[in-house]
Antibody, heavy 121, light 109 residues
């Protein structure tokens, strides 16, 4: 079945870096229509969009809150999405979800189960 | 940036009742780009409605979406026990920019 599985979360000190991965299965990850997103949710809070990458990886966009610190990438040969997070802050503490873009609607039609990132000294 | 405001913050109803959730945008949103999600405790969000009124795959027909411009509504015609959850609206705009409402918690009365 269509599935996204995140990994790489953990506890990290402020100012340090962490990388997340999202493994896709059950659909053609590299098809020319599936952009991919990262969305996060701080403990007890709502959803916040973080970043999007186009199907071929040529276009990337970020929320202002992470611009210049986070980098989204993908390896279509490995069916994997990545999020490199640098200069982490306490306010980056959240569950990070990867999600598939529903072409033409800007909606997120498939979500992973999420991976927790805690930024704390 | 378009801000989405959901109301009410919490809605207390009983199984079998009808639920009406509101999402108001600070500027006009294309109906193509308005979605609704359900999030149960400890789970990832699930897409319910896209394009303001189209049900996602596998979503029961008791869920329906409507609206245009700045006012959108999610209606659950007859609440089932599994429907008690948090609901978010979301829009896609230029830049590109994706924003979510703050959520409506639907709780059992």
């Amino acid at each position: 079945q269509v599935q996204l599985v995140e990994s790489g979360g953990g506890v990290v000190q402020p100012g340090r870096s962490l990388g997340l991965s999202c493994a896709a299965s059950g659909f053609t990850f590299s098809t020319t229509k599936y952009a991919m997103h990262w969305v996060r949710q701080a403990p007890g809070k709502g959803l916040e969009w973080v970043a999007v990458i186009s199907d071929d990886g040529s276009d990337k966009y970020y929320a202002d809150s992470v611009k210049g610190r986070f980098t989204v990438s993908r390896d279509n040969s490995k069916n994997t999405l990545y999020l490199q997070m640098n200069s982490l802050r306490a306010e980056d503490t959240a569950v990070y979800y990867c999600a598939r873009d529903r072409p033409g609607n800007g909606a997120f039609d498939i979500w992973g189960q999420g991976t927790m990132v805690t930024v704390s000294s | 940036e378009i801000v989405l405001t959901q109301s009410p913050g919490t809605l207390s109803l009983s199984p079998g009742e009808r639920a009406t959730l509101s999402c108001r945008a600070s500027q006009s949103v294309s109906s193509n780009y308005l979605a609704w999600y359900q999030q149960r405790p400890g789970q990832a969000p699930r897409l319910l409605i896209y394009g303001a009124s189209s049900r996602a795959t596998g979503i029961p027909d008791r869920f329906s979406g409507s609206g245009s411009g700045t006012d959108f509504t999610l209606t659950i015609s007859r609440l089932e026990p599994e429907d008690f959850a948090v609901y978010y609206c979301q829009q896609y705009g230029t830049s590109p920019m994706y924003t979510f409402g703050q959520g409506t918690k639907l709780e059992i009365k």
